[in-house]
């Protein structure tokens, strides 16, 4: 398998939890404010392993969980299962990130038990995903909906999160948005952040204000299911919406 990078401590990326963070090459979406498609773009830093490699090279010392994360993990669907089998041989709780593009891949793992926690992007209104993430927007609305269904009909917990684009996105977006995932565990609101964005567009986009996060919060909370919490990421701090039940 080819990845990117390892952190061997992160408190960040898996609620309540250090964990260790493993970044898998390749995406299939090419968004303006990635921050890491550079990194795969660079010959040098993606490197081929095994996935007992990868996983041996990990400092496993201070972490509970293991978050798979890219790129697009599921792009390389035999790599991502047998790390989430060395994880759990382990006793780690298992992340995946993904862009919700292999909706069959992320069942499979879901059916084999390997996993506790999916975060899931849900980059935009549907009809802006071909300009924000060069997606077909109604393919991935079916597909969400139907990994936030399956997550939650096995028990696994779901995270949606929006990452807002300041120039491209209002309040509408988070309106669609909010009721396609309104079933899910936790929606995040996130800041971007337009210094490490890739395309120089996104680089020069107004900075986004927290209370302009928060704002859209309380859009979306008039929509998300009494179970739903609703929480905005900014580039340093988490700030709570909503408590679901
Ligand atoms: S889906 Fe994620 S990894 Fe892929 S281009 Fe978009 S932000 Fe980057």
Redesign the pocket.
Known sequence: MKIFGIVDISTIDYPKMCSAVVFLSG?????G?????EH?LDNTRNIDMSPKEVFDKIDLIFADALVIS???PTLQPEGVKELCKLAKNEGLAVKL?T?GTSVDIVKDIIDNKLIDYIAL?V?CGFDKYEKI?RYNGSIIKKNILEIINYCISNNVFIECRT?VVPDLMDKQDIVEIAKTVKDCNLYAIQQMDCHHS?TEEYQKMRHIKTDELMELGKIAEKYVGEDTSIIIRSNNEVFKVKTGK
């Open positions: 995406c299939n979406m090419l968004c404010y990635c921050h890491n498609y795969m890219g790129g697009e990130d862009n992007d980059k993430a990452t890739y």
